[in-house]
């Protein structure tokens, strides 16, 4: 059983054909890797991206992709407005590219970020092999970076880079033929939170190809390693938070068929590993989502059984977090008696909190996002005399440093704003989130956008109304009507 249901996992991360290529051959990237990433003569590469001293990357890379596109180094010059001669310099090595002349540099030629990640690595102190031969060591050496060094909205996209050329873990224990042990599941749990730190700074469309990899060699490690019955469990309820997260990431993405096999995959994980609390936490996690994509009463019922079925078995905060979806599923579902009674459950769950008890995966729920919830639910049923004030004080706690979860929680606060017929300020709120979406690489950013576009378009005749319609209608690319 449990080598079907691994395979399962396994086969899942690309079992449909609009799975993106990215996203499928990331496995077998990792597990080329290191006949891959080589610097006898030069520069390592992973596919199209270089390994090594940072300055010197930041220009070859450069000059690969500037010839690929045609141009001569004038005329990238003159398309950057900088002067040619100090883009020779940057180019051959002799100068650092600042952060703005690397996006500059990176949208002119279509690198998708990686000129930026090079130049935030030659701007400070990283990791870097040097110029021989990579090793074992190097491997492991960059392993423990992308899990020690904390998520922030300065590195994260350096972070993700890294953590796709570089080898699983997993991978590695596996062809050593060892019988793993303790030490290897713990780097596992660590390699699992620390994508879900990394969530917290870029989206779904950079994570989702993290996650599979991620699943799929995990896994293997369970499916084809020697380890004893304690640890075989220790990985299943890794692969349980995977599946959370991956669900997760995949739902950010607007992938809501893939998110909903990985919260299923992850549930049944979760509970062969004994974690019921995980277990609760991606059945609640697919009640939301169906909420918002599917029929409401039966996100009711899921949210619900997730809820009933931890009780006993999960700390208070994770109770709370299992009522917010609770509460949110009977939100939309237009239940606010039911709804009201849910929070006040999570309020009363989350008084009696004891951070020692708490799994590490409830880190981020706090007043503030308790708050937002509830403002989200007052919104949702059209009560904006609850829900301003919530969001007011809640929203202000956030900021450009997290741009995704700011832009997300403004959103409702406009649309709140809208049913409180106070249109200006939910105008300039929403001009706001315009600006903020451009940074959080979100499927469900982009929803609410366009839901705020549908609540405010019948006041167009308001002229902050009219500003946000005219910029949101330029970044869409729809023509104004």
């Not at 290191?34 to 940072?54: D, H």
Request: aromatic share 4%; net charge neutral; with cysteine.
């Amino acid at each position: 059983m449990v080598f079907s249901f691994m395979c399962y996992l396994r086969y899942l991360c690309c079992r449909d054909a609009d799975v993106p290529t990215d996203a499928c051959s990331v496995v077998d990237a990792t597990l080329r890797a290191t006949a891959v990433i080589c610097c006898r003569s030069g520069p390592a590469t992973v596919g199209n991206m270089f390994v090594g001293e940072p300055m010197h990357d930041f220009g070859v890379t450069m000059r690969a992709r500037r010839e690929a596109a045609g141009l001569s180094l004038r005329a990238l010059a003159r398309a950057a407005h900088v002067d040619p001669g100090h883009l020779s310099r940057v180019e051959a090595g002799r100068r650092p590219a600042t952060g703005t002349l690397a996006k500059t540099i990176d949208r002119i030629l279509e690198a998708g970020g990686e000129l930026e990640v090079l130049a935030g690595r030659a701007a400070g102190p990283g990791w870097s092999i040097g110029p021989r031969t990579w090793q074992n060591d190097d491997r492991d050496a960059l392993a423990d970076v992308l899990v020690d060094t904390r998520p922030t909205p300065a590195n994260a996209v350096e972070l993700a880079h890294q953590w796709l050329i570089t080898e699983p873990v997993q991978l590695r224990e596996m062809r050593a033929g060892r019988r793993i042990g303790t030490s290897t599941v713990q780097r596992v749990e660590r390699r699992v939170h620390q994508l879900r730190l990394l969530d917290d700074h870029v989206g779904g469309a950079s994570t989702f190809p993290l996650l599979t990899a991620e699943i799929a060699a995990t896994s293997d490690l369970l499916r084809l390693s020697t380890h004893s019955e304690a640890v075989g469990r220790r990985l299943l309820v890794a692969l349980g938070e995977l599946g959370q997260v991956g669900g997760w990431v995949a739902a950010d993405h607007g992938r809501h068929a893939d998110a909903e096999r990985l919260y299923l995959a992850g549930m049944r994980a979760a509970h062969a590993g004994g974690d019921r609390a995980g277990a609760a936490n991606c059945l609640s996690s697919l009640s939301y989502q169906v909420a918002n994509t599917g029929d409401p009463r039966t996100a009711v019922t899921l949210a619900r059984s997730a809820y009933c079925g931890a009780q006993g078995h999960a700390s208070a905060t994770t109770l709370a977090l299992l009522g917010e979806r609770v509460a949110w599923a009977n939100a939309r579902a237009g239940d606010d008696v039911a709804c009201e009674r849910a929070l006040s459950d999570v309020d009363g769950a989350y008084e009696r909190r004891r951070p020692d008890d708490d799994p590490v995966w409830v880190y981020w729920l706090d007043p503030a996002e308790i708050e937002v919830m509830a403002g989200r639910c007052w919104t949702e049923l059209q009560r904006p005399l609850r829900a301003v004030p919530i969001l007011e004080r809640a929203t202000a706690r956030y900021g450009d440093d997290v741009a995704r979860e700011t832009a997300l929680y403004l959103s409702w606060l406009a649309e709140a704003l809208v049913q409180a017929r106070e249109v200006d300020r939910a105008a300039a709120i929403s001009l706001d989130v315009l600006r903020l979406n451009d940074r959080s690489g979100s499927a469900r950013v982009d929803h609410r956008v366009r839901a705020l576009r549908q609540v405010l378009q019948p006041h167009g005749g308001n002229s902050v109304v009219k500003a946000f319609l005219k910029e949101e209608a330029t970044r869409s690319g729809r023509p104004r009507r």
